[in-house]
């Protein structure tokens, strides 16, 4: 089967840096996206990683590990906005494997 | 401005009344999907088409009915409604479908709040 999984809920203080992991159990693997989805809005596309390594982009980077089913999502400078959910997806091989979903983490920002 | 158009935003209906969600995008995307959003299940996969007159279930098709007769639409259709698909539900599309890398990724529609009553 296909397994993801992400913590439920975070929270964390403004100006502070979180880190949000997922880790996944897939038949095939092609590549990691991280989406943010604000309450009652459509998910938004943040990053895509294929290779192992750290993708920085401004206060957002992500990262993965293929050997170890691993990529986590490092916010930076945490602003009230940065309230939200995140999801992580999955990209499979070709064919009829659409992109699986985890459950997302909602991240609440505190001041 | 390239967008997925969906609609309507809110829709309160009841039990068995035919109703249609309409999706279209103008990014000339051959891949479309449609999903539903429910709290502690995430998004689970409705429908979804690779391209014109190619449609496929995803991994909760019943109750649903989807047509992709033009590139750019993809209208969701629910036969006969029932309080079980009350639902927060998203079109989405991407330039490619599965295993494309990062052309799989989906920009998405703005969503449609049904309730089935």
């Known amino acids: 089967g296909q397994n993801i999984d992400q913590p439920t809920e975070m929270t964390a203080t403004e100006g502070a840096i979180v880190q949000i992991n997922c880790t996944y159990q897939?038949?095939?693997?092609?590549?990691l996206f991280w989406y943010q989805q604000h309450a009652g809005e459509a998910p938004t596309f943040l990053s895509y990683?294929?290779?192992?390594g750290l993708e920085e982009k401004g206060r957002f980077s992500s990262f993965l590990s293929r050997s170890k089913g691993y990529s986590y999502l490092l916010l930076k400078e945490l602003q009230m906005k940065d309230s939200a959910s995140y999801l992580c997806?999955?990209?499979?091989?070709?064919?009829?494997?659409?992109?699986?979903f985890g459950k997302g983490t909602r991240l609440s920002v505190i001041a | 401005e390239a967008q997925v158009t969906q609609n309507p935003r809110y829709l309160i209906t009841v039990t068995g009344k035919k109703l249609t969600v309409t999706c279209s995008q103008n990014?000339?995307?051959?891949?479309m999907s449609w999903y539903r959003q429910d709290p502690g299940l995430g998004l689970r996969q409705i429908y979804y088409?690779?391209?014109?007159?190619?449609?496929d279930k995803g991994d909760v098709p019943e109750g649903y009915k989807v047509s992709r007769k033009e590139k750019r639409n993809f209208p969701l259709i629910l036969e006969s409604p029932s309080p079980n698909q009350t639902s927060l539900y998203f079109c989405?599309?991407?330039?490619?479908?599965?295993?494309?890398?990062?052309?799989?990724?989906?920009?998405f529609g703005s969503g449609t709040q049904l309730s089935v009553l």
């Open positions: 989405a599309s991407s330039l490619k479908g599965p295993g494309f890398g990062a052309n799989e990724k989906l920009f």
């Open positions: 897939t038949s095939g693997f092609n590549g």
């Open positions: 990683n294929v290779l192992d």
């Open positions: 997806a999955v990209s499979r091989n070709s064919g009829n494997t659409p992109l699986v």
């Open positions: 990014m000339n995307h051959e891949y």
């Open positions: 088409s690779m391209n014109v007159e190619v449609t």
